[in-house]
């Protein structure tokens, strides 16, 4: 991830709409995977690891502010691609840079407004009992199960909230790649079906990995949580997900290893030279 932010940082042919968002995507994924991975390496070498009541709240609105900012600029990478396979023509009109840098904003904006409510209902909660949480991290229905106050306006918010988000950027997503697979199923040239498909297939693994899980963990009834199933799932969208969407971008797409080889190139260059000098 930081590989790619520092070649779009870097590499002025890499300044585009699609690699601005897979920078903030990149971006997004190191804050995302620093929310739950190191609690949860502790846990898994400590015996006893606790985190206080604020830590945990804490952690949960991180958890699922970055988690609904990646759910919304998935749905905007889509529309981006979607623009540029269908509408070619109008494609710098209506993704330009400036477009592009408030699309940005707007999806980190939208990301960390999203669970605010959740979060501020869920901190108004007592908690008592074993207060042990059956999972790695503090998701939404192990709290809940902690709780000794009535957790059902809370919980159904939580459920109206996720879902909203969840499956409004799925359903945008799917109808961008929709309208793309049928723009180029009608393209006469086989070449140009291929390369159109390769420059979606990343992305579309991506969604598939992510959306699915997501899907199957939040749109769902609380009632019908199971721990032990959750936090298998847990794993794929917390763990695994972000590994692999640096490796399926970089490794998939022609540009970006074109780029990491020309600053390669350029600093092997630029350290010969001050080695001549001496």
């Not at 920078?23 to 949860?40: A, D, H, I, M």
């Not at 949960?60 to 900012?69: D, E, K, P």
């Not at 809940?144 to 879902?163: G, H, I, K, M, Q």
């Not at 799925?170 to 420059?199: D, H, P, Q, W």
Request: net charge positive; charged share 10%; hydrophobic share 45%.
């Amino acid at each position: 991830n930081t590989l790619i932010i520092f070649l779009v940082l870097m590499d002025s042919t890499l300044q585009t709409p699609m690699y601005v968002f897979l920078g903030n995507l990149s971006f997004l994924e190191v804050w995302y995977t620093t929310v739950t991975v190191p609690k949860l390496l502790a846990t898994c070498l400590s015996k006893v690891v606790t985190i206080s009541v604020s830590g945990c709240i804490t952690q949960f609105y991180f958890f699922f502010s970055l988690g609904a900012t990646e759910c919304i600029l998935l749905a905007v990478m889509s529309y981006d691609r979607y623009v540029a396979i269908c509408s070619p023509l109008h494609y710098s009109l209506l993704m330009n840079s400036q477009i592009c840098l408030k699309f940005s904003a707007g999806t980190w904006t939208a990301g960390f407004i999203a669970p605010l409510v959740p979060t501020i209902l869920i901190s108004l909660l007592n908690f008592c009992g074993p207060q042990k949480i059956n999972h790695f991290f503090c998701d939404s229905d192990p709290i809940f199960r902690l709780s000794c106050s009535d957790t059902f306006f809370s919980e159904a918010l939580s459920y109206t909230f996720s879902s909203a988000v969840i499956l409004s950027s799925f359903l945008l997503t799917m109808f961008s790649y929709g309208n793309i697979v049928a723009t180029v199923i009608r393209l006469s040239s086989r070449e140009t079906r291929k390369k159109t498909f390769s420059t979606c297939a990343s992305h579309l693994t991506v969604v598939t990995i992510y959306y699915g899980t997501i899907i199957f963990a939040y749109v769902r009834p609380p009632a019908k949580y199971n721990f032990t199933i959750g936090k298998v799932v847990s794993v794929f969208y917390c763990v695994v997900t972000p590994l692999v969407n640096p490796l399926i971008y970089t490794l998939r797409n022609q540009e970006v290893k074109n780029s990491f080889r020309k600053i390669l190139v350029q600093k092997a260059l630029l350290f010969t030279r001050k080695v001549d000098k001496v």
